[in-house]
Antibody
Framework: QVQLQQWGAGLLKPSETLSLTCAVY????????WTWIRQSPGKGLEWIGE???????FYNPSLKSRATISTDSSKNQFSLRLSSVTAADTAVYYCARGTWAARLGFWGQGTLVTVSS | DIVMTQSPDSLAVSLGERATINCKSSQSVLYSPNNKNFLAWYQQKPGQPPKLLIYWASTRESGVPDRFSGSGSGTDFTLTISSLQAEDVAIYYC??????????FGGGTKVEIK
């Protein structure tokens, strides 16, 4: 049974860098899409970006190049860094695994990140 | 970006009755080489991450009850819950993965019991 367990700092000040990690248990790491999504309080879902099964990275243009997604296959982990955060980046952040056919098949439990001075 | 528009924003259905949620994309999400629509449906309950229900517009994810079904092609899609159960109370989202970046989601439809 695949499980995605995520962690990272939950409280940041404006201009700091958000850093989250997602560990994958019970499944292969190669051959999948690894994705980060966020959900602002009471709002809908926003796709942040992904690393695909070929190692290519794609990001939401709305984040204006502030996001970086990376993988560490030796640890079965992938990470998100989001620089220069503001209050608008306050959200629950989710990691997810998927395939070309079903892009977001398994989700992590979510991490609430609050940006406040 | 492909804009996904869901309707209605919310609906209340009696237990055992049918619930129908609509999703419209601003451009076609039909991938011609394999004739598949790159459209997925998710269910989100309070305090939980979304759960994949349907992918390729109509393929049910493993373990999803068969009262959930997806239909449609091109730009117009529907998620149907044939006989609403109490555990189906949730917010449902459609999502296109035909064109990225970015993948985009609909605004969500809240399903409640009447």
């Amino acid at each position: 049974q695949v499980q995605l367990q995520q962690w990272g700092a939950g409280l940041l000040k404006p201009s700091e860098t958000l850093s989250l990690t997602c560990a994958v248990y019970g499944g292969s790491f190669s051959g999948y899409y690894w994705t980060w999504i966020r959900q602002s309080p009471g709002k809908g879902l926003e796709w942040i970006g992904e690393i695909n099964d070929s190692g290519g990275t794609f990001y939401n243009p709305s984040l204006k190049s502030r996001a970086t997604i990376s993988t560490d296959s030796s640890k079965n982990q992938f990470s998100l860094r989001l620089s220069s955060v503001t209050a608008a980046d306050t959200a629950v952040y989710y990691c997810a695994r998927g395939t070309w056919a079903a892009r977001l098949g398994f989700w992590g439990q979510g991490t609430l990140v609050t940006v406040s001075s | 970006d492909i804009v996904m528009t869901q309707s209605p924003d919310s609906l209340a259905v009696s237990l055992g009755e049918r619930a129908t949620i609509n999703c419209k994309s601003s451009q076609s999400v039909l991938y011609s080489p394999n004739n598949k629509n790159f459209l997925a449906w998710y269910q989100q309950k309070p305090g939980q991450p979304p759960k994949l229900l349907i992918y390729w517009a109509s393929t049910r994810e493993s373990g999803v009850p068969d009262r959930f079904s997806g239909s449609g092609s091109g730009t117009d899609f529907t998620l149907t819950i044939s006989s609403l159960q109490a555990e189906d109370v949730a917010i449902y989202y459609c999502q296109q993965y035909y064109s990225d970046p970015p993948l985009t989601f609909g605004g969500g439809t809240k399903v409640e019991i009447k």
